[in-house]
Every structure is written in structure tokens, then in C-alpha cells.
């Protein structure tokens, strides 16, 4: 349960400021939303409708309840109409950090609620990815506030946003094998019908779904560039544009995203437990490590940091409450994402990153979207088999790692808890890192050092060198 007890703090959502009769904040623990009067009248409306109630128990949109005044702190008094308390998601992630088949299940869920809500009578005002989220395996809409009664004659609104931030990447990807995610995280807005239009000439066109949903998309828009919204939606009123067109058109879309899919491509991480220079000793060894490690703190979350094929991720989620699992290879990422959901795993997050390259900050001021590293707070990080490929593949300096996976965990007091293994310079994966590298450039990649700077950062708690005696583990809590 949420306390019930107000507070004087609040702090608002900054990705919710677009709408200004409905926006997100959080206070006292709590996140919830202000409605402002044109709002609160619609929601009155879709509270009160059929279709909502099934999907909320089903947990496909977010727990939301009317929040009472007496509850809210003295700071929203009088500034919103109605105000909504939402359940909180484990972890916020955003569409450029997840695989094809998450995109997809995301659309998918997206089209259903939809579908379900103009056979009530309701509609979305938008269709955007960021409006979802994920519990493990289990995608989740959030943005209850996009729901309002709807109209005869009006189009499908959300229907560009929808094929910007997930239609069109679904497709990028199916049809061109392009991994879609740097488009999105260089563009809030998603993709472009005239940058895809660029990508799909010739025979392309003629894909499933592309002449429709991007070249026809693209010249509508561009025939009405200079009308106002109003008026082309009053054009399009007048043409005989019904309810019933509305919903075969997003069953079409729905249908179309059933059918686009990718297969991945041949990559050495998926099979990486079987090819990796491990021993079963070894192997034993490094799992004994951890489950002790972590059935000792049970903490409520965990960080698991270049999770491949999510082995010590199934681990993690026995002794705590979720895992967040980081891995930079789309192929393995969506197939540890397809097994997580097969087996209806619901605290095991899968996300795609680079971890030289973590999600920045994004949107207007930079934090519309905020960085990987201001949203991954844990109790435990897992950094296994990671750090050689930081320090020699991608040459970051060890001090930098480990002051990086320290601002992940609370700073003294015993709180924080860090496993990290350090592969030795001669462990074969590192000395086939090292061979592609000028001689001597990583003076400083050696056990000893390595031990100093962990120390100086971490009370070491544990150690163990693995049965093959180039790896070696360690545990520990971050000094004050």
C-alpha cells in the first residue's frame, strides 16, 4: 500500500508537461495525476464506462483510483479538479532500450486497448510508445489520461504518434533488418513518414503495410501542411468518416503488426554459455557466488549489467524483488525477452544498451527523458564479465567503471551492494581483447590495481578467485 499520510514536496513528472490539464507528479512516495477541468469530466466518463474496468484487473493498464483530498499535500490544493493515484512501475524504460518483439507486444497491447475503447464509445487522444511500460515480460499502458469520449466523424488522433514511435520502427526493422532504436533515441517524436518514404522507394514500397501507412501517410500530410488541425479534421467529418471506419482501420493495423516480425541474425552472444572459456568448474563456482551473495541482502532490486542470456538475472529474481537486465545485443536481448514471456516472468525487465553508451537525457531540457543513470538506482549491481570488455574494448579508464557503477548504488551505511568480477590480463577473452590493441596500452589492467581502486570505493566483503585462476570475484559495500 501507498502511505496515505501528505506532504508539503511534490515534484513534477518532466516528461508530462505537454498537456497542461493533465499531468503527472509524484509526492510522498506516490505518483500521481492532476486532472484539470475539461479532464476530470472526461475521466468521469471513462471511469464510469465498460471496457476499462476488465483491463484493469487484467493489469494491462495501470492501478489508478480517485485520490481523496484529505490524502494530498497542501501544495495541490486548488490547483487540480480531480487528482488520480496511479501504481508505480519497478523501472522506467523508454522504446530505444527494448527489443523488435517488446516494441511489438507494446503495439500490440496499445491496439488492443484501443480497439476495446472505441467499442465503448472512448478514444485516445495519442499513440505514443512512451505511453507504456513493463512490468518483466508483462507491457503495461500508463496513460490513463489519453482516454475521453469520443466523437462520431473524428479520426484515429493518436494514429501519427503510433506510427512514428512504433509502427514505423516495427517495420524498419522487419523489412530492412535496421535495428530501429537509434532513430528513436535521436528523435523523441519517432520517425518521419518523409524520412521513411526516403528508406522505402522502389520495389520497398510494395511491402506489407509501407504504401498505405507511409507513402499514402506521407502525401496526405503534405497535401494538408498548411491547414489547421481543426479544419482537417472538419474535411475529413464531412467526408463521411464514421466510428465504424475508425475501427477497421485500427484492426487492419493491428493485423499488420501480427504479421511483421524479424528474425535475428546469426550473433556469437546468444550462444555465448556454451562458447565462452568458462569451465563447469568454473561455471559452478561464479553461480554458488552469487545466489550467496544475494540470498544474504534479498534486495529489491537489482542491476544485472551485460545480463547476455539473463543466467544470472533468473538468479537475482530468486532472492529479489526485480532485476533490471542490461545487454547490448539485440538478438539476445529479444530472445531473452521472447523466453521471459513464454515463461510469464514478471520481475525480470530485459533492456537493450550499450553500457559505453548509456541512454542520455532527452526531449526539452534534456531531461524529458532522463538518463539510464538517473533512473537505475539498486541495491545490488551485478557486473559479471563486463569490465575487461569496458576497459580494453572500449578503452574506459577502470576508475571511471567503477565510480559509474557506484552512482548506481546508495553511498554508505551498508546499503549499497556491488559482485564484480575481474577477468585477469591472462584469461583468454582478455588477451584476445588485448591482441587487437597497441602494445602497452593498458599498463594499468592488472589484478593488483584493479584491487586498489575497488578498495578504495568499496569495503570488500569477499573474494573468490574462480577454479581456472584468471577470474575473480569479488563483493562489497560502498564506503561513505
Known amino acids: 500500500m501507498i502511505s496515505e499520510t501528505p506532504t508539503s514536496v511534490t515534484r513534477d513528472e518532466p516528461g508530462s508537461f505537454r498537456d497542461p490539464d493533465n499531468q503527472v507528479f509524484y509526492a510522498d512516495g506516490a505518483v500521481l495525476r492532476g486532472l ?45 479538479t480531480t487528482v488520480l493515484r496511479h501504481d508505480r512501475v519497478p523501472f522506467v524504460s523508454y522504446p530505444y532500450e527494448w527489443s523488435f518483439a517488446m516494441l511489438r507486444d507494446a503495439a500490440r497491447l496499445h491496439l488492443e486497448i484501443l480497439q476495446d475503447a472505441l467499442a465503448d464509445g472512448i478514444t485516445m487522444t495519442d499513440g505514443s510508445a ?78 506489407a503495410g509501407v504504401f498505405k501507412h507511409v507513402h499514402l501517410h506521407d502525401a496526405m500530410q503534405a497535401r494538408h501542411a498548411g491547414a489547421s488541425t481543426g479544419a482537417v479534421r472538419e474535411e475529413i467529418r464531412n467526408a463521411g468518416f464514421s466510428a465504424e471506419l475508425v475501427q477497421a482501420t485500427v484492426r487492419a493495423v493491428a493485423r499488420l503488426v501480427e504479421r511483421l516480425d524479424w528474425a535475428p541474425p546469426r550473433s556469437h552472444w546468444v550462444n555465448y554459455q556454451q562458447t565462452c572459456t568458462y569451465s563447469d568448474a568454473d561455471r559452478t563456482a561464479k553461480t554458488a557466488f552469487v545466489d ?44 531473452l525477452y521472447r523466453r521471459l514471456r513464454a515463461d510469464g516472468e514478471r520481475r525480470i525487465l530485459p533492456i537493450l544498451m550499450d553500457l559505453a553508451d548509456p541512454s542520455p537525457g532527452g526531449g526539452w531540457a534534456g531531461d524529458e527523458r532522463t538518463s539510464f543513470l538517473t533512473r537505475a538506482k539498486a541495491d545490488s549491481v551485478l557486473a559479471l564479465a563486463v569490465i575487461h570488455h569496458l576497459a580494453i574494448g572500449r578503452n574506459v579508464p577502470l576508475p571511471r567503471i567503477l565510480d559509474w557503477l557506484t552512482a548506481m548504488l546508495p553511498a554508505g551505511g551498508g546499503q549499497g551492494h556491488l559482485v564484480i568480477e575481474f577477468v585477469h590480463p591472462d584469461d583468454p577473452m582478455a588477451r584476445q581483447l588485448l591482441a587487437n590493441k597497441p602494445a602497452g596500452l593498458f599498463p594499468d589492467y592488472q589484478r593488483a590495481e584493479f584491487e586498489r581502486l575497488l578498495a578504495e570505493r568499496y569495503e570488500i566483503t569477499r573474494r573468490e578467485e574462480l577454479p581456472s585462476g584468471t577470474r575473480t570475484l569479488y563483493a562489497g559495500v560502498p564506503r561513505g
Not at 465498460?50 to 494530498?72: D, M, N, Q, R, Y
Not at 537509434?182 to 510494395?206: K, T, Y
Request: aromatic share 10%.
Open 130 to 207: 512512451y505511453n507504456l511500460q513493463w512490468r518483466g515480460a508483462d507491457p503495461v499502458f500508463i496513460d490513463v489520461g489519453s482516454f475521453r469520449p469520443g466523437t462520431d466523424g473524428e479520426p484515429w488522433a493518436g494514429y501519427r504518434q503510433f506510427c512514428q514511435t512504433m509502427l514505423y520502427p516495427l517495420m524498419l526493422q522487419a523489412h530492412l533488418g535496421l535495428d530501429f532504436q537509434p532513430f528513436l533515441r535521436a528523435r523523441i517524436d519517432g520517425i518521419e513518414s518523409s524520412q521513411m518514404r526516403r528508406m522505402f522507394g522502389g520495389a520497398r514500397r510494395w511491402r
Open 292 to 335: 550467496s551473495e544475494l540470498a544474504q541482502r534479498h534486495p529489491a532490486t537489482v542491476f544485472d549489467l551485460g545480463a547476455n542470456d539473463g543466467t544470472y538475472s533468473r538468479i537475482a529474481a530468486a532472492h529479489a524483488d526485480y532485476v533490471v537486465a542490461v545487454e547490448s545485443d539485440p538478438a539476445v536481448v529479444d530472445d
Open 36 to 80: 484539470g477541468p475539461q479532464a476530470a469530466k472526461d475521466w468521469s466518463t471513462v471511469s464510469g464506462s465498460s471496457f476499462l474496468p476488465p483491463l484493469l484487473a487484467a493489469g494491462k493498464v495501470i492501478g489508478t483510483e480517485l485520490a481523496t483530498p484529505h490524502t494530498l499535500p497542501a501544495t495541490v490544493t486548488g490547483r487540480w
